[in-house]
């Protein structure tokens, strides 16, 4: 797996996801997200 | 002003008349390049102009050439070629207008152009180049064909277009774009086309040779198999098929040089061929001349009465024995013997007439070996359950196979039913495309799993890019296209992405864009959730999402997983959230990141939220594609494997425990050398196979009493290619089999790799024999750790969880053979697993003891472990409470403080 490109993709997912955070459909996965871009250092 | 335009005479003023006048009085090209606009498209001074020379048109603006030309038809073929070439390239249609043999040669050296004219135009020329027809589109590809009943267009069509339509159905959706009627006068938009094998047994002489051949080829290996006789209606659906095509087929409008290579693949056409035909098929084999019906062979002799002392008729009863083998279901011994080059050039011809008079599995053999040489003799030796009907071709055995190849891959097409013996063999006759199937294993290693299955799969997709691999040579294998074909290839699973043309470097260069565009496309269309997490999946990790429908619904193997199945079947949750993932050194930190996000996506419900997020995505090139997520989709399963192997009991797991003083174990010699392995109350995991000692199998085999149980283990060749094995321990005893008719196995020392499908219930394994992908139904695979796989064991034997109405126990299925190449060999079988122990619950019998003997490895019997049941507890309903805790990783939130603080306040509880 390319680190560079799987650290792309999360971070443009966690942008989407973040900018509808407020949604209860999207709320679980946004947490799960943020966890995980956390855990790889990605703002 | 448009060129093209009509213009109003308008009142010109006197001087504008005057100049006008003066004009058409001097009117020369030179002179009407200088004039001003509006007398250039003035009629008056056009027809001036032509009138002077018609050669004059290049100077006029080209509507008013075309509508010039429109009107004077007959000035079109007087002008240049190069005029002719400018003029057309603006009207196709003015073909029309040019003789034959000119319009002929514009068409060869345009050939794009062919598509743009219209299709009444296409099909007089199609009459005179016909091979024009590669470049009609498909739809009118097929409505020539198919429609108008041209069917001698069939051979400019893809090879493989043609292969598959002379050994499949098919099923198209046929669109006319202009509606135009067809030779019937029907007019519609549309049809849809059905095709089978059969509709095409008089149209032969249509297909290209290369292709009709490769067909025979094809279809020969499925009667071979007689799978007439199978219990699977698809397979028998499809030996039908081909039995109706051969039933009916006209070969008499083929060359007679096509029908002896026809007839070199397969004699079963020998009583659809003239005699002129038979002769050259039996030339210098006359030994064949017993394969024809009497009356052809007397026709051959009264040409050539050297010919008689093939003559069958010498022997009476052999004739009927002729007779049968000119049937479709005869004996393929003969067959594939008499189709073998290589053995008819090299034994002597009167060996071979008494074999084909009196056929025989050790003669076969022999015919083999001498044929072939040492490296045959070996592996034929070593596996004496081989029979013929088992050896799905003679040429596998000849020495490029094994020197290119090695021996595992001649050991594995007698393990399997596969296609791919039938590259081998044309690898055999043409040595040379070798090398280019090997530079299709380099251009995609790592993108199938490296196992017999996967080799079938990489066979497909060699096939697949058969046209296109040697144009990838040299300077134009580019890093981009490496990563196109690469791509092309991850996306395979994908029904979408391979209807995407890929036969020249034309397409290869556009792949990339035309799937981004096709997904891009379909995101349009989609209103639903999971429609876009469908595309989502597809687009970024190459695999379908939802769960499979129809006929596949429920059918599990790690090759056709979509991504809804991959978190079910894989337990996702449980595998994330357990500490021996992340400490394994199977997957690296971006592998388990890959699948969490993936894992995340699917927990996401809001459409407008997923088309945002693929629409991001799309935007970028550095974002994650399917060729990453290939490789991770087969780590899964192998961590759990590995973890289970890793806690088996093994005889020298067993001597340890003793050595460190465990209570509940003991080791003891019996006369004999067998090591008897006491469990009387210290923990065990066992992986076991329930053999049965008498009885019918999953095979449809039926054990008598009587046969040695050893040497069915050993050297039994036509059953499936699994076992089904359960893990058992001391809380949970449950195994398939407990009578006293059962003979329990046990693995231990096993390559993790082996293990195919686990379930804490039946998991439905697929036991077709020699299947070399078995798959599982009923969506009742679930991979776990071992734990975990123990715990749902128990709650669904004890219906605290959805329980298994059928069956109390688990499974865990492995291979009945090695996969890994290096340990497949003639030294063992052919690579076949064997126990590592014996499996006692009971009295140990001489039963048991003989078969340890029997079943030994380097000299020694194999160890027999004896389970005191009075010892143990079977008790179920405890055990499906207790979740395993050791291994799960401990959340931020539950830290040594909190889940301090948590007991003392559970305990207070308590004590109030």
Not at chain 2, 4 to 26: A, G, H, M
Not at chain 2, 136 to 156: A, H, P, V
Not at chain 2, 400 to 428: C, M, P, R, W
Not at chain 2, 478 to 484: E, P, V
Request: glycine share 4%.
């Amino acid at each position: 797996m390319d680190s560079e490109k799987l650290n792309n993709t999360i971070k443009l997912v966690k942008q989407v996801l973040e900018e509808n955070k407020d949604n209860p459909k999207v709320t679980e996965a946004y947490k799960d997200i943020v966890k995980l871009a956390n855990k790889r250092n990605i703002d | 002003m448009p060129d093209n335009q009509l213009v109003e005479k308008s009142k010109l003023t006197l001087f504008q008349r005057i100049k006008k006048n003066s004009l058409i009085k001097k009117i020369s090209g030179e002179r009407y390049d200088k004039a001003p606009e509006y007398l250039k498209v003035d009629p008056d001074v056009i027809q001036a102009l032509m009138a002077k020379s018609y050669l004059n048109i290049s100077h006029l603006p080209d509507g008013f050439a075309l509508e010039y030309i429109h009107e004077n038809t007959d000035i079109f073929k007087e002008l240049n070629d190069e005029l002719q070439d400018y003029y057309l390239g603006i009207k196709i249609e003015l073909i029309k207008l040019l003789p034959g043999e000119r319009a002929l040669q514009y068409i060869d050296e345009h050939p794009n152009a062919f598509k743009n004219l219209d299709f009444s135009l296409q099909k007089h020329f199609l009459a005179k180049k016909p091979e024009m027809f590669r470049f009609l589109d498909n739809d009118t590809q097929k409505r020539i064909i198919f429609s108008d009943e041209s069917y001698k267009y069939i051979k400019y069509l893809p090879a493989k277009k043609q292969v598959k339509y002379l050994t499949q159905k098919t099923e198209d959706e046929v669109h006319l774009i202009d509606g135009v009627p067809d030779q019937n006068g029907i007019n519609y938009d549309g049809f849809t086309l059905k095709t089978e094998p059969f509709f095409f047994s008089q149209e032969l002489h249509c297909f290209d040779e290369n292709a009709l051949l490769k067909a025979i080829k094809l279809n020969k290996d499925i009667l071979d198999r007689g799978w007439r006789d199978s219990d699977d209606s698809e397979t028998r659906e499809k030996w039908k098929m081909i039995h109706d095509l051969y039933d009916y087929v006209d070969l008499s409008k083929l060359p007679q040089d096509t029908k002896v290579k026809i007839l070199t693949i397969d004699n079963r056409f020998i009583s659809k061929c003239d005699t002129d035909t038979l002769i050259k098929f039996i030339d210098g084999n006359p030994v064949l001349l017993r394969l024809l019906p009497q009356e052809r062979q007397d026709e051959i002799i009264e040409i050539d009465p050297s010919m008689n002392i093939y003559n069958s008729n010498r022997d009476k009863s052999f004739n009927n024995h002729v007779q049968e083998g000119l049937d479709i279901n005869s004996n393929p011994m003969i067959r594939k013997v008499l189709t073998d080059k290589k053995v008819l050039d090299t034994i002597d011809p009167n060996r071979i007439d008494d074999f084909v008079k009196n056929p025989s599995e050790e003669k076969f053999k022999e015919l083999i070996i001498d044929t072939y040489g040492e490296n045959a003799k070996r592996v034929l030796e070593s596996r004496p359950g081989i029979t013929s009907d088992i050896i799905p071709n003679l040429r596998i055995f000849d020495p490029v196979i094994f020197e290119e190849f090695g021996e595992a891959t001649v050991h594995n097409q007698l393990t399997y039913n596969t296609k791919f013996s039938i590259l081998l063999a044309d690898f055999a006759d043409h040595p040379e495309k070798i090398q280019e199937y090997k530079k299709f294993e380099k251009l995609t290693d790592g993108l199938f799993i490296q196992n017999s299955a996967g080799n079938e799969e990489k066979l497909s997709e060699y096939l697949r890019f058969s046209n296109l691999l040697p144009l990838l040579d040299g300077e134009s294998l580019t890093t981009d296209r490496i990563k196109s074909l690469r791509l092309a290839i991850a996306d395979r699973k994908i029904i979408e992405t391979k209807t995407i043309k890929l036969e020249n470097l034309e397409d290869l260069d556009m792949y990339v864009a035309k799937r981004n565009k096709m997904y891009d496309e379909a995101l349009k269309k989609v209103t639903d959730p999971e429609s876009v997490k469908e595309i989502i999946s597809k687009r970024f990790f190459g695999i379908d999402y939802g769960e499979k429908t129809g006929n596949d619904e429920g059918i599990y193997t790690a090759s056709t997983l979509t991504m809804k199945e991959l978190l079910h079947y894989y337990s996702i949750d449980n595998l994330l959230k357990d500490k021996r993932t992340y400490e394994s050194d199977l997957f690296d930190k971006d592998d388990l990141d890959a699948i969490e996000l993936a894992n995340i996506i699917s927990k996401i419900d809001d459409v407008e939220v997923l088309s945002k997020i693929y629409n991001v995505l799309a935007e970028k090139e550095n974002v994650i594609s399917p060729i990453e997520f290939e490789t991770i989709k087969q780590k899964i399963p192998l961590q759990y494997s590995r973890e289970l192997v890793s806690q088996l009991l093994t005889p020298e797991k067993a001597r340890e425990k003793i050595e460190n003083g465990e209570e509940g174990i003991a080791i003891e010699q019996e006369d004999g050398g067998i090591e008897i392995i006491n469990l009387t109350g210290a923990d065990f995991k066992i992986m076991m196979h329930s053999f049965l000692s008498v009885g019918q199998t999953n095979s449809g085999f039926r054990i008598s009493p009587d046969i040695d149980k050893s040497e069915l283990w050993k050297y039994f060749e036509n059953g499936c290619s699994t076992i089904s094995n359960c893990v058992i321990e001391p809380n949970m005893l449950n195994s398939c089999a407990v009578n006293e008719n059962v003979i329990n196995f046990g693995f231990s020392n096993i390559d993790p790799r082996l293990i195919i499908g686990m379930s804490h219930q039946d998991a439905h394994v697929d036991s077709r024999n020699r299947s070399v992908d078995p798959f599982f139904r009923f969506s009742t695979v679930k991979f776990n750790y071992p734990e975990e796989l123990i715990r749902k064991t128990a709650a669904q034997i004890s219906g605290v969880e959805e329980k298994d109405a059928t069956h109390d126990y688990n499974e865990v299925t492995t291979y009945r053979n090695e996969q890994d190449p290096n340990k497949v060999g003639s030294d063992n079988l052919g690579g076949k697993i064997m126990p590592d122990y014996i499996v006692v619950f009971g009295e140990i019998t001489d039963t048991h003891r003989n078969l340890a003997k029997a079943m030994g490895k380097n000299g020694k019997p194999l160890p027999i472990v004896k389970i005191n049941e009075e010892n143990y507890r079977n008790n179920m309903v405890a055990r499906a409470h207790k979740k395993d805790t050791e291994h799960t990783i401990v959340s931020k939130e539950d830290s040594e403080f909190i889940k301090e603080i948590k007991e003392i306040n559970s305990d207070e509880g308590r004590e109030r």
